[in-house]
């Protein structure tokens, strides 16, 4: 299993600013992942994030709007850039671990992000 | 039409009820069949998972699949509170793009005391 946490746990942001959300795990992982959990919608997957390149972005997502950082194998951040209130959301960092079997992420307990 | 359909609820049972929580899905390339459950305030977490068709129990909870019909449902026996949460499917392929889990809407659960 893994232990994940992520920063900073809810934030009330106005629109046209950026936040970066930063996800820490107990032990080192090969893939990350970033996902939006927004009411009255399905999990989505923003991007994996990749140690050593750049993260890949899943269809409706860009660099520019959700740009990631993955500098080790424990840690990686998610940046939400010039935000509007369509981007109000729970997002949430989840691993897969050495051993786990594809189906079984762990996830963070995700950070709510309201824009006004 | 979405690849996984889930009615989101919400369900309101007693303690004690046998609960129902199905997902049908489209994409006749799944193969594993995931259900999460998140509390309030907490990421998903799995409570169990399905290779291809058939039953898998773990304690009070059985999931169910029937590839036939693309039809895959979570049985709670004896109920209790603590199982109020949202329920969540997930559902994958074996390889390349099929791999990416795809998700429902998560079905919200209460049992009342």
């Known amino acids: 299993s893994a232990v994940i946490s992520q920063k900073p746990s809810r934030d009330i942001c106005q629109r046209g600013t950026s936040l970066t959300i930063q996800c820490q795990v107990d032990?080192?992982?090969?893939?990350m992942f970033w996902y939006r959990q927004q009411p009255g919608q399905s999990l989505t997957l923003i991007a994996t994030?990749?140690?050593?390149?750049?993260?890949?972005?899943e269809s409706g997502f860009v660099i520019d709007k959700f740009p990631i950082s993955r500098p080790n194998l424990t840690f990686s951040t998610l940046t939400v850039s010039n935000m509007s209130p369509e981007d109000s959301s729970i997002y949430l960092c989840?691993?897969?671990?050495?051993?786990?079997?594809?189906?079984?992420?762990?996830f963070g307990p995700g950070t709510r992000l309201t824009v006004l | 039409q979405k690849e996984v359909e889930q009615d989101p609820g919400p369900l309101s049972v007693p303690e004690g009820a046998i609960v129902s929580l199905n997902c049908t899905y489209s994409n006749s390339a799944f193969q594993y069949f995931m259900w999460y459950r998140q509390y309030s305030r907490k990421g998903p977490e799995l409570l169990m998972y399905t290779y291809s068709s058939g039953n898998k129990e773990d304690g009070r909870f059985t999931a169910q699949v029937d590839k036939s019909s693309k039809y895959i449902s979570l049985f709670i026996r004896d109920s209790q509170p603590s199982d109020s949460a949202t329920y969540l499917c997930?559902?994958?392929?074996?390889?390349?793009?099929?791999?990416?889990?795809?998700w429902g809407l998560g079905t919200s659960l209460a049992v009342n005391p």
């Open positions: 032990s080192q992982v090969t893939m």
């Open positions: 989840s691993v897969y671990t050495a051993g786990s079997s594809y189906n079984e992420q762990f």
């Open positions: 994030a990749n140690q050593g390149s750049e993260a890949t972005y």
């Open positions: 997930a559902m994958r392929g074996n390889a390349g793009n099929n791999r990416k889990l795809i």
